[in-house]
C-alpha cells in the first residue's frame, strides 16, 4: 500500500478532525488544515510542528464553495502535492421538520452535503491531475437509516455523503484513486454534547478506530467497530417496525 505521507484535514480545529490531526502528527505525516476557526488552527498548528514532518493551514468555510478549490490548491501546493484528503468538516444542528427551525436544518445539509460535494470536486481535481490519491469521506451509522425528529436533516445529509461515496467507488474502481467512506457511531466531541447513551465512545478510542480504518484504506467502515458495526448491519437489513425501536 502506498504510503499517504501528505494528509489535508478540513474541519480540523475540533472533534474528530483535530484528533485526527494530533493522530497522524504522531505518525510524522506531513498535515494540512484547514477549518473556519483560524485562531484555534493556528494554536493547534504549533502544538503539531514539533511532531509532525510539515503543517500548513488555512482558514475555510466549505459552503463558500469557489474558495475551496483556491484553498486546496495552495495547500497542494505548500505541502509538495497531497497523499489524502479527509473531507471531514460538517455540522451537527437540527430540530424536529416543520417546527419553525428550518435555517438549523438547512444549514446542516449545506454544510454536510454540499460541502462534501465542493470538497470532493476540489480533492478529486488534484488526484486526477497526479494521477493517485486517497479520498476519505466521513459520514455517519445514522446515514445507514433515516432518523426521526431533531437527528432527520443530520441522517439525510450523511446518506447523501455515503450514497456520494459509493457512487465514486464505483467509477474509480481498479484504479490508483481510493475511495474510504466512514461511519463514526457515537464518540465523545461537541458535536454530540448532551446526547446521553452508553455507546458513546471517548474521543480518542474512537479517533484510534477511524485513523485505523483510514490507514487500512478500507472501502466502508462503521467506527469504532464495536457496538457500531453490528448495529448498522442491524440497520441497515432489519425489518422498518424492529429498525425503528433502534432509533
Request: hydrophobic share 45%; glycine share 10%; net charge neutral.
Amino acid at each position: 500500500m502506498t504510503p499517504r505521507d501528505k494528509i489535508l484535514i478540513t474541519g480540523a480545529s475540533s472533534g474528530l478532525g483535530e484528533g485526527m490531526a494530533r493522530a497522524f502528527a504522531k505518525q510524522g505525516r506531513a498535515l494540512a488544515l484547514c477549518a473556519r476557526r483560524l485562531d484555534r488552527l493556528e494554536k493547534l498548528a504549533d502544538e503539531l510542528r514539533g511532531q509532525a514532518a510539515q503543517v500548513a493551514i488555512a482558514k475555510l468555510d466549505v459552503t463558500d464553495f469557489d474558495s475551496v478549490p483556491v484553498v486546496f490548491g495552495k495547500l497542494r501546493d505548500e505541502l509538495g502535492g497531497l497523499d489524502r484528503v479527509i473531507v471531514n468538516a460538517g455540522l451537527g444542528k437540527g430540530a424536529p421538520i416543520g417546527t419553525g427551525k428550518a435555517h438549523a436544518n438547512l444549514e446542516t445539509v449545506q454544510t454536510n452535503l454540499t460541502g462534501a460535494l465542493a470538497q470532493c470536486e476540489a480533492a478529486l481535481e488534484i488526484f486526477r491531475a497526479q494521477g493517485h490519491g486517497h479520498l476519505v469521506l466521513i459520514s455517519s451509522v445514522s446515514a445507514t437509516r433515516g432518523m426521526p425528529k431533531a437527528q432527520a436533516a443530520y441522517a439525510a445529509s450523511k446518506a447523501g455523503v455515503t450514497a456520494l461515496g459509493e457512487g465514486l467507488q464505483a467509477e474509480f474502481a481498479g484504479k490508483p484513486i481510493t475511495i474510504t467512506i466512514i461511519e463514526p457511531g457515537y464518540i465523545e466531541t461537541d458535536i454530540n454534547r448532551g446526547v446521553k447513551t452508553r455507546l458513546m465512545a471517548d474521543t480518542d478510542d474512537g479517533v484510534a478506530a477511524m485513523v485505523d480504518a483510514i490507514e487500512a484504506e478500507k472501502a466502508r467502515a462503521a467506527v469504532p467497530r464495536w457496538p457500531w458495526e453490528p448495529l448498522a448491519a442491524a440497520l441497515r437489513h432489519l425489518p422498518e417496525p424492529l429498525s425503528r425501536r433502534l432509533v
